[in-house]
């Protein structure tokens, strides 16, 4: 017989919702009392946190004052290396004076203006010639152009710069016209150096700076269209019209670039700069004279004192003191001014570091459609001059004598397609001209090169009369066809390397760095040493490229110009924000990061943070470990993150790995007004010792780079 289950009481079912329910009460009240006690227990956290906080930003305000001043003594390495840079250019125009090797000095004008009259007069010149006097006169204009570059803007005035530049110009302009002039009188002599198998004149002169190459059209054969210069992959495919004309044809491949108009350079500096540059023209002179007359009366008042005491001395022992106290007053006086120098000297070198970070407000507006935004865009690998002239008449042998015939008018450029065109029969009488081009060997393009055109008229470079551009990479040659002749350059984005994705910044030696920075293209590695930099090595596509910059030491500001002449452009300008997405930082902020770096770059290795983009525009974020050996980076390849706001540095508790961001403080680590103060903390005797015996001009060069690159707002 099956057992029945028992059926629960009314009673039993009541008693049971009542366990349950005690039992529930007893549960929530447990949680209840759990949270109320990890609550409390929170903010008894908070409440020991904040009040360590605040005990660490006092003891923080307590010796910032005592920080500043030692950062101050330290940063006094930048107004040092600044007078170094003084004495540098006067050295260098002593060295030029006592050289006295006829070459003249382009920042005295008579000299350059003598220079420049005298080989106007000479008019008999061959392209060989011409092309050797070059040399010295892009040396001439280089040095022209480092005067403006390295001069700071506080020791240009407008005057020396509208020398420097109208010198320039001068230069430039005269140059082309003695190749102009040789060009003729080689072209005059087209018949007697014609080729015995084509019948028309070919001519190649190769040099480092300029490479000609000439064209006479002596047989004007129809069917002769393909003009390929021998031993190059030079080639031009010209109509019929100019096939059966008399022309030549010439190529000078320039590789510098003097179509494009100069930068404007500004003496007067923005805002708080101008002061600056009164403070350094003007105060130092204010400041002896009170300096001067405060220590007379002081040394008056000394000497009343002195003479009341001293009564019953000799004349003699009153003689000697007076020269003793006069030489003390004179001693005081000269470190007084030195001191005020170098305060004013160091403000206005700070102020024209900030001006090298400075953003641009305005995007600057260019009219034309087909205009080349020269912020935007770079010419790169020279300049192509095409030109197409009329053959000039012949010489002619005659009874032992070369006659000939010199037109008034000098060399006379050929108008293709002429202005007026009724005269001729089909419509599609001036087809454009095919031509092909050797690329530059040193130069970089990490995409495919576009082509523009110089524009006479506007001044400027433009992409439209230009088609079918075809660019073989390898070989290094672009083909295009071209409406009408003229100078033609390659252009390539500006920005193309930017943002970087990476970088890093760590010693070699004494006094010597490695920057290496990273892009979406390519590795570049610079040797940073005293006053100089090398281009170290260099990675396109993770592949080592080969580069004729590699191992020359040279100024920060010439290596800069060398790099972006090659294409390797990591150097943002004050308009590169309008073409760049950027982790922007506040001026004030980055540039106190970046001179402080310098200062720790001889013992401290620095890199990038995925961080930086996610602590706002007012702090920055690097990683930074020891570095004294190669082994100790072996042993140690944890990096510690330290955050700085401008006047606060901090460890951070998170790494690298970590999955959110927080600018926890580091446990058992404090706050500091410097960055200098703040490694201190953890750093070696070693290192710090390392750092202290820096050389200024090192740290100087460290700092230029950084500010140069703005690793930490384009990263």
């Given at each position: 017989?099956?057992a029945?289950k028992?059926?629960?009481t009314?009673?039993e079912?009541l008693k049971?919702?009542q366990?349950?329910?005690e039992?529930?009460q007893k549960?929530?009240?447990e949680?209840?009392?759990?949270?109320e006690?990890?609550?409390?227990?929170?903010l008894e956290?908070q409440r020991v946190?904040?009040e360590?906080?605040?005990?660490?930003e006092a003891?923080?305000?307590?010796?910032r004052n005592?920080e500043?001043?030692?950062l101050?003594?330290?940063e006094e390495c930048?107004?040092e290396a600044?007078k170094?840079?003084?004495?540098t250019?006067l050295?260098?125009?002593?060295?030029?004076?006592?050289?006295c090797?006829?070459?003249p000095d382009?920042s005295?004008?008579p000299?350059?203006?003598?220079?420049i009259?005298l080989w106007k007069e000479?008019t008999?010149?061959?392209?060989?010639?011409v092309i050797?006097?070059?040399k010295l006169v892009?040396n001439l204009i280089e040095?022209?152009?480092?005067?403006l570059?390295q001069?700071?803007?506080?020791?240009?005035?407008d005057k020396a710069i509208?020398q420097y530049?109208g010198?320039i110009?001068e230069?430039?302009?005269l140059l082309?016209?003695?190749?102009?002039v040789?060009?003729?009188?080689l072209l005059?002599?087209a018949s007697?150096l014609a080729?015995?198998?084509?019948?028309?004149?070919?001519?190649?002169?190769?040099?480092?700076?300029?490479?000609?190459?000439?064209w006479?059209n002596l047989?004007k054969?129809?069917?002769?269209?393909?003009v390929?210069f021998?031993?190059?992959?030079i080639?031009?495919e010209?109509?019929?019209i100019l096939?059966t004309s008399g022309?030549?044809i010439?190529?000078?491949?320039?590789?510098y670039?003097?179509?494009?108009?100069?930068?404007?350079?500004s003496?007067s500096?923005?805002g708080?700069?101008?002061t600056?540059t009164?403070?350094?023209?003007?105060?130092v002179q204010?400041g002896?004279?009170?300096?001067?007359?405060?220590?007379?009366?002081?040394?008056?008042q000394?000497?009343?004192?002195?003479?009341?005491v001293?009564?019953?001395?000799?004349k003699v022992?009153?003689q000697?003191?007076?020269?003793?106290q006069?030489s003390?007053v004179?001693?005081?006086?000269?470190?007084t001014k030195c001191?005020?120098?170098?305060?004013?000297l160091?403000e206005a070198?700070?102020a024209?570091?900030?001006?090298?970070?400075e953003n641009?407000?305005?995007?600057?507006?260019?009219c034309?459609?087909?205009?080349?935004?020269l912020?935007?865009?770079?010419?790169l690998?020279?300049?192509?001059?095409?030109?197409?002239f009329?053959?000039?008449?012949q010489?002619?042998?005659m009874k032992?004598?070369?006659i000939?015939e010199i037109?008034?008018?000098g060399?006379?450029?050929?108008?293709?397609p002429?202005?007026?065109?009724?005269?001729?029969?089909?419509e599609?009488?001036f087809p454009p001209?095919?031509v092909?081009?050797e690329?530059?060997e040193?130069v970089?393009f990490f995409?495919?090169?576009m082509?523009?055109?110089?524009?006479a008229?506007?001044k400027?470079?433009?992409?439209d009369?230009?088609?079918?551009?075809l660019?073989?990479?390898?070989?290094?040659?672009?083909?295009?066809?071209?409406e009408?002749?003229g100078?033609?350059t390659?252009i390539?984005?500006?920005?193309i390397?930017m943002?970087f994705?990476?970088w890093?910044?760590?010693p070699l030696?004494?006094n010597?760095?490695l920057?290496t920075?990273?892009?979406v293209?390519?590795?570049?590695?610079?040797?940073i040493?005293?006053?100089?930099?090398?281009?170290?090595?260099?990675?396109?596509?993770?592949?080592?490229?080969s580069?004729?910059?590699?191992g020359?030491?040279m100024?920060?500001?010439?290596?800069?110009?060398?790099l972006?002449?090659t294409g390797l452009?990591i150097?943002?300008t004050?308009?590169?924000?309008?073409?760049?997405?950027?982790?922007?930082k506040e001026?004030l902020?980055?540039?106190k990061?970046?001179?402080?770096l310098?200062?720790?770059?001889?013992?401290?290795?620095f890199?990038?943070s995925?961080w930086?983009?996610?602590?706002g525009?007012k702090k920055?974020?690097?990683?930074?470990?020891?570095?004294l050996t190669?082994e100790e980076?072996?042993?140690?390849p944890?990096?510690t993150?330290?955050?700085f706001?401008?006047?606060?540095?901090?460890?951070l508790k998170?790494?690298?790995n970590?999955e959110t961001f927080s600018e926890?403080?580091?446990e058992e680590t404090e706050?500091?007004?410097?960055?200098?103060h703040?490694?201190k903390d953890f750093?070696?005797?070693?290192?710090?010792?390392?750092?202290?015996?820096s050389?200024?001009q090192?740290?100087?060069?460290v700092?230029?780079?950084l500010?140069?690159?703005?690793l930490?707002?384009y990263?």
């Open positions: 017989m099956s029945r028992k059926k629960i009314k009673a079912r049971q919702l366990e349950e329910e039992r529930r549960e929530e009240e949680t209840r009392v759990k949270h006690k990890e609550e409390m227990e929170r956290r946190e904040r360590k906080w605040h005990q660490l003891k923080d305000l307590e010796r005592e500043l001043e030692e101050y003594l330290l930048f107004p600044e170094l840079k003084q004495d250019r050295l260098s125009q002593w060295n030029h004076y006592i050289q090797d006829g070459s382009p005295v004008s000299e350059i203006n003598t220079f009259s000479e008999n010149e061959t392209l060989e010639e050797a006097k070059s892009l040095k022209l152009r480092l005067l570059l001069t700071p803007s506080y020791d240009l005035e509208i530049q010198s110009l230069l430039q302009e082309h016209l003695k190749f102009n040789a060009t003729e009188r005059r002599q007697t080729d015995l198998d084509s019948g028309n004149m070919e001519k190649v002169i190769q040099d480092e700076n300029v490479t000609v190459y000439v006479a047989k054969n129809p069917r002769y269209r393909s390929r021998s031993e190059t992959q080639r031009f010209i109509p019929r096939a022309i030549a010439r190529l000078l491949h320039t590789h670039d003097h179509a494009t108009p100069l930068r404007p350079v003496a500096l923005p708080h700069t101008a600056v009164h403070f350094v023209k003007g105060e204010k002896e004279a009170e300096i001067s007359k405060e220590l007379q009366e002081e040394y008056k000394q000497e009343c004192e002195s003479v009341s001293c009564e019953e001395e000799t022992e009153e000697g003191d007076t020269e003793v006069m003390f004179q001693e005081e006086s000269e470190a001191e005020l120098e170098m305060k004013l160091s070198v700070f024209a570091q900030l001006l090298l970070i641009a407000n305005e995007k600057p507006c260019f034309e459609d087909n205009e080349v935004d912020c935007q865009f770079t010419t690998g020279g300049v192509y001059h095409l030109d197409i009329e053959l000039p008449p010489c002619k042998p032992g004598w070369m000939v037109l008034k008018e060399l006379q450029k050929y108008i293709y002429p202005e007026s065109t009724e005269d001729f029969e089909t599609n009488a001209i095919e092909t081009l690329v530059q040193n970089i995409e495919d090169p082509v523009a055109r110089w524009d008229e506007g400027h470079w433009q992409t009369g230009i088609s079918n551009v660019y073989q990479s390898e070989e290094r040659l672009i083909t295009f066809s071209l009408t002749f100078p033609v390659l390539q984005d500006t920005h390397n943002p994705q990476s890093e910044l760590r030696d004494v010597k760095v920057l920075v990273t892009t293209f390519t590795e570049i590695q610079i040797q040493k005293e006053n100089l930099c090398m281009l170290a090595s260099v990675k396109v596509d993770n592949k080592k490229h580069s004729t910059l590699e020359r030491w100024t920060p500001i010439s290596f800069i110009l060398a972006k002449e452009n150097f943002p004050g308009h590169s924000h309008f073409y760049v997405v950027i982790n922007r001026p902020v980055e540039i990061a970046y001179r402080q310098a200062l720790l770059s001889s013992a401290f290795a890199g990038w995925k930086n983009v996610e602590c525009s920055v974020i690097v990683k930074l470990r020891e570095h190669e980076l072996v042993q140690d944890n990096w993150l330290l955050m706001s401008g006047d606060r540095a901090q460890r998170i790494n690298e970590s926890a403080l580091k706050f500091h007004s410097t960055l200098y703040l490694v750093a070696s005797k070693e290192a710090m010792e390392k750092i202290r015996s050389k200024c090192f740290i100087d060069s700092c230029y780079m500010l140069s690159t703005r930490l707002s990263s």
